[in-house]
């Protein structure tokens, strides 16, 4: 497919960008953005690129296997590296600033690691669109000062980048965005390994039935389930809202709740709005 002059023109800065770094380490989630970050890395740089994944209680074991298959298949070394968020007062607080810490923890691990191990830089896949969204992650790149987000800073967007993937066949180039499982703790309940390992296992439960995005936001004994507006009909028929209803009381919950205005990335965030 042949790519029209405005992306190419994103493309040779990426390139320029990652090739002036000379070594990084790349955060991968598996993820679109970062999938992608990975293979442009892994082009300029080759062996002076490497895919390191951070996983903990907040990570699905699905997506930690799905990391490590798409590093293999795009070719980049990869290493999992280990690092709890749990471990920290301040993100297991789960105020507004969740996402600031988190970001600091990691990013602030592998540029210790990239550090130990040689290389200069490590790298984030934020993308220009996310300057528009409530991204506090972000302020805590701009204080790692060995930590930079080379396709933000080439201006390309989040389609840019699902373009361009499909362009490399990448399989990530209609990848659903995905979130930690910490996302769906409502703010101010604190987030433990139990509450993830509840979400975590009632999102498998609802994947039998729904395909596209679910979520379950962990309201402490209530939980409310996000899904596609199309498959909530799916969740409503009586025999699966009953098996539904059961499976996830199974796991803790008292009260299991549908929310009818479907799944909506980062819903949580309404409790932070201004009242």
């Not at 992306?7 to 070594?23: H, P």
């Not at 996983?55 to 709890?84: F, W």
């Amino acid at each position: 497919m042949r790519l029209i002059p405005d992306l190419e023109t994103k493309l040779r800065d990426l390139n320029k960008i990652l090739v002036d770094l000379k070594s990084a380490v790349i955060g991968f989630s598996g993820g679109a953005d970062s999938t992608f970050l990975a293979a442009a890395a892994h082009r300029a740089l080759g062996g002076g690129a490497i895919a390191i994944t951070a996983y903990s209680a907040t990570l699905p074991e699905s997506e930690k296997e799905e990391a490590v298959a798409l590093a293999a298949q795009v070719g980049i070394r990869h290493v999992l590296l280990y690092n709890s968020e749990l471990d920290s007062p301040d993100f297991v607080r789960n105020d507004g600033d969740r996402c600031y810490y988190c970001k600091k923890g990691r990013f602030g691990a592998l540029a210790d690691w990239a550090a130990e191990h040689g290389f200069e830089w490590v790298l984030e896949g934020s993308n220009a669109d996310d300057r528009s969204d409530y991204r506090p992650g972000l302020r805590a790149v701009t204080e790692l000062p060995t930590v930079r987000s080379p396709l933000l800073e080439a201006e390309l967007s989040k389609q840019d980048i699902r373009d361009l993937s499909k362009n490399w066949g990448l399989p990530t180039w209609d990848k659903p965005s995905a979130a930690c499982l910490s996302s769906r703790v409502a703010y101010g309940q604190a987030v433990t390994k139990e509450n993830l390992g509840q979400i975590e296992k009632a999102e498998a439960f609802l994947k039998r039935y729904c395909k596209g995005q679910v979520r379950v936001r962990h309201h402490g004994r209530l939980a409310r389930i996000e899904v596609a507006p199309e498959e909530i009909p799916v969740l409503t028929e009586p025999a699966a809202a009953n098996e539904v209803a059961a499976a996830l009381r199974k796991l803790g919950f008292a009260f299991v709740t549908l929310d009818l205005a479907g799944y909506h990335m980062g819903s949580m965030n309404r409790l932070l709005e201004t009242k």
